[in-house]
């Protein structure tokens, strides 16, 4: 199964037997609204906090994900999820309210397929039938604990990213009709010394391609084995960042392959700076969008490189730079 | 693999070849000093925050548990851990000085055995050949985040705990000489609608007693199979509640056999409250204490249930109740 340094190959190729994206008002208005399956155009979703708003997003996704695949939730043997709340809050007080057995886990925004790979993960080494992996996040909830409360009309740099409202879930078994994931890639943290965290894509990016190297290194393949690269949350700044490194490496990936769901989410009029980012970014562009195309026979191999921040406010603030991480998933069809 | 509903039984029983516990001054007078392989006398570690000093103790702890091993970290594939901090810091910040690809978890003081379940996973699922798995605590970072400075001198109730500084570590690997990790269950979260966040113990008990029941369930046994059943950190006044419930249950667990981390770690005179607690309690007293105690063949079949309260500060204000995990490793030699 661990294949090369850091790469599992899931022979048994895990599927994704249902998955579900919701979103908020925000990404309502973006370019993927069709393949969310709720959006809420409430931001609060009539909750008296943002952060309990958040939770409701998480909730609806797993519920949903679960009810898509005609299952309950007593069916399914482990929730594995995480967030970027402190305490990942939204996913443990989800997990009270699914009543699964819970492994928390935390990666930044990298943690929608640190799941994702944690779940395929104990699917093909038969410690699970049905595990349901989710991860989310919400643009006011965040804004307020990593930076400022919105309410105060903080001005960003162009090379800032819009957070994402939005939870993503993918129920993964042994055996049914989906996509299947093939492999997976851990990666490992990744300090340049980049310390604003005003610009977490350029920060992210070096962590990035040291794990799509990592994979193609591990396989034995190149970028021409998949129909499309997608990473998490790099963001158009962090983008050209992965791309430029990648080609100095030797690994150039042609443009109409390698993509980034930081860059896909909105529309080109949004005021979004460098793109989307968060946990609900990957998230809900993965279970919604990406499978979707799958689905439809228009992509048929494609990997997911979820990136993440693991700064805190804490460590920023003791001048701490930002170490990154980047987990790769493959998903075939 | 998967056994009942909840319960990983690894038939290949991976090796916790070497295994480290730090601590801090508090814990070098305590009642387990001799179990650890070192003390600091400074509870700043010579660093400028307790953040880092957290930081510090748990790469002294990964670091000697490798090399008590003769191995390098080149040659460790996968670290998985995690802490109390906002952002998991002290263990993403530890990973990036190791350099291994990480796998970041969190379930509060549950921790500790959540990443030794998972180390145990991957070694049987052949997902790994050595496995890193690692969790810490910090006394004054903990109460600075979650509570008060300890500068403000705020008084604590009788059923308060002491937040362990300390951070353990084990290095798991397929083959090898050492205790055996020979199963696992993963908890539910469990929450009876509790809100003091300075009466944790009460709080944790049923999810404690919830794991200790599935892991009896799942695997067909009773509290006899064991010598010794440890809770994580329950402290004195969770391990009476937990007591009283798994009775009430019908399974009655002998006072002998029946202990708490949280009530090992200090001696009777030291100012702790109900006892110790942090993801450093079950960790040092587990790597350290109990596999000494394995190992000089006073305990042949133990089972670690690490418990936690998976509040955060916020939550707490915005008046939710506590929600609760335990996490339950068992350990043969």
Same mark, same amino acid.
Request: include cysteine; proline fraction near 5%; glycine fraction near 10%.
């Given at each position: 199964?661990?294949?090369?340094?850091?790469?599992?190959?899931?022979?048994?190729?895990?599927?994704?037997?249902s998955?579900?994206a919701?979103?908020?008002?925000?990404? !309502? %208005?973006?370019a993927?609204?069709? /393949?969310?399956?709720?959006? $809420?155009?409430?931001?609060w979703?009539?909750?008296?906090?943002?952060?309990?708003?958040?939770? %409701?997003?998480?909730?609806?996704?797993?519920?949903t994900?679960?009810s898509?695949?005609?299952?309950?939730?007593?069916?399914?043997?482990?929730?594995? &999820?995480?967030?970027?709340?402190?305490?990942?809050?939204?996913?443990?007080?989800t997990?009270?309210?699914l009543?699964?057995?819970?492994?928390?886990?935390?990666?930044?925004?990298s &943690?929608?397929?640190?799941? =994702?790979?944690?779940? &395929?993960?104990l699917? /093909?080494?038969?410690?699970?039938?049905?595990v349901?992996a989710?991860?989310?996040?919400?643009?006011?909830?965040v804004?307020?604990?990593?930076?400022?409360?919105?309410?105060?009309? #903080?001005?960003?740099p162009?090379?800032?990213?819009?957070?994402?409202?939005?939870?993503?879930?993918?129920? +993964?078994?042994?055996?049914?009709d989906?996509?299947? +994931?093939?492999?997976?890639?851990?990666?490992?943290?990744? /300090?340049?010394?980049?310390?604003?965290?005003?610009?977490?894509?350029?920060?992210?990016?070096?962590?990035? +391609?040291?794990?799509?190297e990592?994979?193609?290194?591990?396989?034995?393949?190149?970028?021409?084995?998949?129909?499309?690269? !997608?990473?998490?949350?790099?963001?158009?700044?962090?983008?050209?960042?992965?791309?430029?490194?990648?080609?100095?490496?030797? $690994?150039?990936?042609?443009?109409?392959?390698?993509?980034?769901?930081?860059?896909?989410?909105?529309?080109?009029?949004?005021?979004?700076?460098?793109?989307?980012?968060?946990?609900?970014?990957?998230?809900?562009?993965?279970y919604?969008?990406?499978?979707?195309?799958?689905? %439809?026979?228009?992509l048929k %191999?494609?990997? +997911?490189? #979820?990136?993440?921040?693991? =700064?805190?406010?804490?460590?920023?603030?003791?001048?701490?730079?930002?170490?990154?991480?980047?987990?790769?998933?493959?998903?075939?069809?």
């Amino acid at each position: 199964m661990l294949t090369g340094h850091q790469t599992w190959v899931f022979n048994s190729k895990p599927v994704i037997i249902s998955s579900a994206a919701v979103g908020g008002p925000f990404e !309502a %208005k973006g370019a993927l609204a069709e /393949d969310f399956d709720y959006l $809420h155009q409430d931001v609060w979703l009539g909750q008296d906090s943002f952060e309990k708003a958040e939770k %409701k997003l998480l909730e609806q996704a797993c519920e949903t994900a679960i009810s898509k695949a005609n299952m309950k939730k007593e069916d399914v043997q482990f929730f594995i &999820s995480g967030d970027l709340m402190n305490q990942i809050i939204s996913s443990t007080f989800t997990a009270r309210t699914l009543g699964m057995p819970f492994i928390g886990i935390f990666g930044a925004c990298s &943690s929608s397929m640190e799941s =994702l790979a944690m779940a &395929s993960l104990l699917i /093909d080494s038969k410690a699970a039938k049905y595990v349901l992996a989710a991860a989310s996040s919400h643009n006011i909830a965040v804004e307020k604990q990593f930076r400022y409360p919105t309410e105060y009309g #903080a001005q960003k740099p162009p090379t800032a990213q819009w957070t994402v409202t939005g939870a993503g879930a993918g129920l +993964v078994a042994e055996t049914g009709d989906g996509p299947r +994931v093939t492999s997976a890639t851990i990666g490992r943290v990744i /300090d340049m010394g980049l310390t604003d965290p005003y610009n977490m894509g350029s920060a992210m990016a070096p962590a990035a +391609v040291d794990t799509i190297e990592a994979h193609f290194r591990d396989l034995n393949i190149d970028p021409s084995y998949y129909d499309l690269i !997608a990473t998490g949350d790099l963001g158009r700044v962090g983008h050209i960042i992965a791309s430029k490194l990648l080609a100095k490496h030797g $690994h150039e990936i042609p443009p109409e392959i390698f993509t980034d769901c930081g860059m896909l989410i909105y529309k080109k009029d949004q005021p979004v700076m460098a793109g989307g980012s968060g946990c609900g970014c990957t998230a809900t562009v993965t279970y919604g969008h990406l499978l979707n195309r799958m689905k %439809k026979g228009e992509l048929k %191999k494609i990997l +997911v490189i #979820a990136t993440g921040a693991l =700064l805190s406010p804490l460590s920023y603030q003791q001048k701490e730079s930002i170490p990154c991480i980047a987990h790769a998933v493959s998903i075939e069809i």
